[in-house]
């Protein structure tokens, strides 16, 4: 492998979308990554993306947390 990308290296990044496929953000360099034998999506090759079903991407925003008063005893 050269340090340098070749001709070939580069005409794949020519027709990729420049959206990420998974959380549709400008990410051009997405790409699928196998990790521990799991297929993840990054942005660039080690940002995971927030929508990789992968790792239990949210589809509904998180809950709000719910704070009970505390009783103080006489």
């Known amino acids: 492998m050269s340090l340098y990308p070749s001709v070939l290296d580069l005409s794949d990044a020519i027709d990729r979308p420049a959206s990420c496929p998974g959380c549709r953000t400008?990410?051009?360099r997405w790409a699928w990554v196998r990790i521990?034998?799991?297929r993840v999506l990054t942005h660039d090759?080690?940002?995971i993306c927030p929508a990789d079903r992968t790792f239990g991407a949210r589809t509904a925003p998180a809950p709000l947390a719910v704070i009970e008063p505390l009783e103080v005893a006489a």
């Open 26 to 28: 400008h990410a051009p």
């Open 45 to 47: 090759g080690d940002v």
């Open 36 to 38: 521990d034998g799991l």
